[in-house]
């Protein structure tokens, strides 16, 4: 072969890039062993910001590119492999993930079909989560990018049943359909249903009760009245796991709903629904085996490197009929490379999928899922443990109960007014997070502006929570001295 027929986008020295790689694996590891040495996040300096460089136009050694990452990415990336990461809801990665990324790599595996080993591991980890949920083994499934997208396949199942197999050539205009989630349900279910094009109306947000679940009685009452009303209700989506306070909704009430109605049950379970990793946990979740179909997350809960999530969806059949096309489901032809059908695409739109199952498929084999939920046990632990804490400290007010791993308190001082409690806490959050100290996030409960601490953090120990309930009253303090007397206080 002469050199003109070599690839051009090979190494052309592989002794030297295998070290280049090897070293390129050390930064790696050295990154993910020491991230908790330096600040869980700084403001970013601009040179991180910068995007107007022009297009490269010849390249440069991977040697300097690896570097280019060191220096611009590496010291200012979000914190969430830092022990002191509580903001939203983001997994916190294992080493271990380093390594099956790197296979991924390798392997560059399609995932939208075709015959190949990378299809059968993303099956077997299908089966396995139907195993974990008590669904039927051979259930409907597919791996997705997140609960978002999964929650959105579930619900284009659910129309399906609804509407009938001609909505596929028909859509929705038609047909008066609305469904129902509690007033504390993500946003994703909202575009979700925006993206069926049924308009964000046609979604009903239900009252919570005091533990922020949904009120089951207003929710079948809801149902009644648009039933009255000549509407169709189609779908019910319960949260496992509420995003502002951890709530987990009664899915055995609302599957009895469900059935009453013919309503589908969609269960956002994006991080609550892997608590059935825990044996102590898992009775929370009784009635999720019933469900109609369950989106959940990998990448958070479980600290798969993102993006990996799943969807699960009890009938197969409903699933595919939703799906499938004729050109790839009935081909027919089961043998050769264009065998193994029915494909991940006939479950889903994606044709080109990379291998987001081999993630969770190696961590599972790695760690056992009993460990992996003694690590969501342990964070459940340590909420509950900062609530008490909060409770018991008379500059901290707790603001919800702690139902799983989620903690909302506020800091209060005497003499000042709500609104501005509101804006000192919000401050305080912005403080905590630009020094370093911690990144919690903030939300919003009726209308009071709350710390919220959501533990989904395999590195995070008692001391940094402690380190965070000291830090507070030392912070509200300054802010209030800094602000003047607390009338004239202003951050905005
Ligand atoms: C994160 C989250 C989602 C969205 O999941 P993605 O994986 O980010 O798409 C949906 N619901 C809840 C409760 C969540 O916490």
């Given at each position: ?154 619900l284009a199942v659910a129309r399906h049943r609804a509407l009938g197999?001609?909505s596929r050539?028909?859509g929705n205009?038609?047909s008066?359909l609305?469904a ?13 249903v925006?993206?069926m094009g049924l ?35 189609f779908a ?28 589908w ?57 939703t ?170």
């Amino acid at each position: 072969m002469g050199d003109s027929e070599k690839s051009l986008l090979e190494p052309a020295d592989w002794d030297a890039f295998r070290k280049e790689a090897h070293r390129a694996l050390d930064v790696a590891l050295d990154f993910s062993r020491d991230r908790a040495e330096r600040a869980v996040w700084t403001p970013l300096p601009e040179h991180a910001r910068t995007v107007d460089e022009p297009l490269p136009r010849g390249g440069e050694s991977l040697q300097e590119v690896v570097g280019e990452v060191e220096r611009r990415v590496l010291p200012h990336t979000l914190g969430n492999t830092h022990p002191r990461f509580w903001g939203w809801v983001n997994g916190s990665g294992t080493p271990s993930g380093i390594v099956s990324q790197l296979l991924t790599g390798a392997i560059n595996a399609n995932l939208g079909g075709r015959d190949h080993s990378p299809i059968y591991i993303e099956r077997q980890l299908i089966r396995w989560m139907c195993e974990l949920f008590d669904f039927p083994l051979d259930a409907g499934g597919l791996i997705c990018t997140g609960t978002s997208t999964a929650t959105l396949y579930g619900l284009a199942v659910a129309r399906h049943r609804a509407l009938g197999a001609a909505s596929r050539q028909q859509g929705n205009s038609q047909s008066p359909l609305v469904a129902y989630c509690s007033a504390q349900a993500h946003v994703s279910v909202s575009k979700a249903v925006e993206l069926m094009g049924l308009g964000s109306d046609a979604l009903r947000p239900v009252p919570v009760l005091d533990d922020f679940s949904i009120d089951c009685s207003a929710l079948a009452d809801q149902i009644a009245a648009d039933v009255e009303a000549g509407l169709q209700p189609f779908a019910v989506i319960s949260s496992v796991g509420s995003v502002n306070t951890g709530a987990i909704d009664d899915l055995q009430q609302v599957n009895a709903i469900c059935e009453q109605y013919r309503c589908w049950h969609h269960v956002d379970g994006a991080f609550g629904a892997l608590i059935s990793l825990s044996e102590t946990l898992r009775p929370r979740l009784a009635g999720i085996e019933k469900a109609d179909s369950l989106a959940f997350d990998f990448h958070k809960w479980m600290h798969v490197t993102y993006s990996s999530a799943c969807l699960l969806v009890r009938d197969r059949e409903e699933h595919l009929a939703t799906f499938a096309t004729a050109h790839s489901y009935l081909r027919g032809e089961q043998r050769g490379v264009a065998g193994g059908a029915p494909w991940p695409n006939d479950f889903g739109i994606d044709l080109s999928r990379g291998f987001a199952a081999l993630g969770p498929w190696m961590l599972l084999r790695e760690m056992g899922s009993e460990r992996l939920g003694l690590a969501i046990e342990r964070n459940c632990e340590q909420a509950a443990w900062l609530g008490r804490t909060v409770d018991e400290h008379p500059q901290l007010e707790l603001l919800a109960p702690v139902s799983l791993n989620i903690v909302c308190f506020r800091y209060v001082a005497s003499g000042v007014s709500e609104e501005q409690l509101n804006r000192l806490n919000r401050h305080l959050v912005v403080e905590l997070q630009c020094r370093g100290i911690a990144v919690p996030s903030f939300t919003e409960l009726h209308g009071t502006t709350a710390i919220r601490v959501c533990i989904a953090n395999h590195r995070t120990a008692e001391a940094d929570l402690q380190a965070l309930v000291d830090a507070v009253p030392l912070l509200g303090e300054e802010l209030l001295r800094a602000g003047g007397e607390p009338d004239d206080f202003a951050v905005d």
